[in-house]
C-alpha cells in the first residue's frame, strides 16, 4: 500500500538538515521510501494526501512520561516537588489497573493530537493488589496507536528507611526485579520496526535502594535494554544527595556505573560542568521537561551545554500532574524560550528545538536508525501541521512557525504509515469517551480517598 503525502513544506531533520519548501513523501507499507522537492511522480495505485498548507515533520518523541497521573491533574498547584510528591503519593497507591487504563488512554490521545508517534512512560507505583498497571498502559497504547516505550520503575525506599514515599508506596527490591525481568520476557520486542519496547527504571535517588540502583543496571544490561530513572530536578534532592550519599546527583550515578550511552536521564536540571562533560563522555542522553519544571519551578537544565558537548537531549511531557497539559508539540516552544531565559537569545534556535523532540529523543531511545527523521528506509512516523492558517500563514519559515507560533492544527499523524490523526480528529479513539472515561476514573480515585479513615 503507497501512500504520497504532495505539496508539503519538509523538514527533514536528517544530518545535514534537509528541508523542502515544498516536496513529496512517498510511503510503503511501514516505511519511507522517497522524500524529495518537488510533485511526487505519479503514483495512481496508491493513497496520495494534498499537503498543500502544511509542513512535514518526522513525528514527535516523547522522552518521558507517567500516563497515571492524568488522573490527579490540577492538584498541589503550588508545591515544590517533595511537596507534591508528598500531597500525591497517598492518592496514587489507590490507583488500579483499570484506572491506569483510563488515565493511559487520555495521556495517549494528547500526545497523538499534539504530534506525538513515539512515546515512554515511566510507571513506578504497584500498589498490591492493583491489578496488572503495565499490562493496562500497553493495552491502552496499543489500541491509540502510538509507538510504546514502557519503563518498569520501582521504589523500595520508603520513609521509614529515609526515602521520600510513604512504605505502603514502595515494593520489595527481588519482586521489583522479578516483576521486571517477566516483563521484559512478555513484552520486549527488540526488532527494527517495534511498537513496544520495555526498559528498566527504578524512580529516583530519593525513592530507590543503592542496592535496587544497581541491579536495575545489571539487569538491563543483561537483557541489552535502556535503562531510565529521574536525576537531579531540584535543590532538595541535590541536598538528599549531598546528605545521604555525600555527593551530587550525577557523582552518585556515576558512581553506582549508570552513566552510559544505554541510558538516559529525566530533568538533569541542576548540572554542574563536570556532571556535563561525563554525560558527553559517556553518551548518557537526557529528557528535558521545560513545562513540568517550570511548573514546579524546579529551575532550568543547560540544555544548551549538554546539545554543544553532544549529549542526546530529548523531550518530555513528564506526568500529567506536573503538566496538565499532556501536549509534546508546546514543549518544542517551552523548551526555546527556558534555554534563551537562561543563556540568551541565541541559547537554541527553533531547528534545535524540533530536533530535540525528533532525532535527539530517537538518540535517547537508541533508535536513531529507524526512528527521528524522514529519510527513505525509516519508519513512516510523520506530523503533517498546518502552518496556513490565522497562526501561522504569515510566517515565511514554516520551521519558525511551527515552534515560535502557537500550537499548529495537526493534519495528519501516521504511525508506522497508519493514519492515527486525520483532520486534527483522533481516528482510533472517541475523544470524547476517552475524556469521560479520565473524568470517571479521577472520581472514583477521589472517592477511594475520601473513603479513608
Ligand atoms: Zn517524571
Redesign the pocket.
Known sequence: MTLVIDGCAIATVDGAGTEHARGHLVIDGDRITSVAAGAAADHSSGTRIDGHGCLATPGLVNC?H?FYQWITRGLAQQSTLFEWLVELYPIWVRLDAELEYAAARAALAALALSGCTTSVD?HYVFPRGAGDLLDAEIEAARQIGLRFHACRGSMDLGRSRGGLPPDEAVEDPDAILAATAAALDRYHDASSNAMLRIAVAPCSPFSVSEHLMRESAVLARTRRVRLHT?LAETVEEERFCHERFGCTPAEYLDRLGWLADDVWL?HCVHLEPDAVARFAATGTGVAHCPSSNSRLGAGIAPVADLLAVGSPVGLGV??AASNESGQLLPELRQALLLARLRGGPAALTARQALAMGTMEGARCLGRHDELGSLEPGKLADVALWRVDGLGHADVADPVAALVFGPPAPLELLLVGGRQVVGSGTLLTASEQEVARGARRAHRRLVERVEALP
Do not use: I, K, N, V
Open positions: 518521558h507517567h515511566h529521574h529525566a513528564d506526568g
